[in-house]
């Protein structure tokens, strides 16, 4: 069975960073694309970036991008989200998403990934 557990969310004042981890086990985390989703109260889940298989292939949303990084580290099964300059709309849970199919570079669809973690929250002060 597939287990993602993602970890660093917190309190923090805008234009301070913060980076989130999402260990994955159960599978051969190496061939699966994985992606970040955040979800506002009251609001859809939406897509924050996406990460291939290979790492050498990145998607972000426009909201993040050139604020939030996503690697991954397959020797220890990790993923991870740089997230800096955080600002009040970027408060939200954080889902960590591994895709259901092998050997993609990733999606901003949530229906391409089949593997949730549990969340973890952000939220930043202004």
């Known amino acids: 069975q597939v287990q993602l557990v993602e970890s660093g969310g917190g309190l923090v004042q805008a234009g301070d960073s913060l980076r989130l981890s999402c260990a994955a086990s159960?599978?051969?985390?190496?061939?699966?694309?994985m992606g970040w989703f955040r979800q506002a109260p009251g609001k859809e889940r939406e897509f924050v970036a996406s990460?291939?298989?290979?790492?050498?292939?990145?998607n972000y949303a426009d909201s993040v991008k050139g604020r939030f990084t996503i690697s991954r580290d397959n020797a220890k099964n990790t993923m991870y989200l740089q997230m800096n300059s955080l600002k009040p709309e970027d408060t939200a849970g954080y889902y960590c998403?591994?895709?259901?199919?092998?050997?993609?570079?990733?999606?901003?669809?949530?229906?391409?990934?089949?593997?949730w973690g549990q969340g973890t929250q952000v939220t930043v002060s202004s």
């Open positions: 159960g599978r051969t985390f190496s061939t699966y694309a």
């Open positions: 990460i291939s298989w290979t790492g050498d292939r990145r």
């Open positions: 998403a591994g895709a259901t199919t092998r050997f993609t570079i990733g999606s901003t669809f949530a229906s391409s990934y089949g593997y």
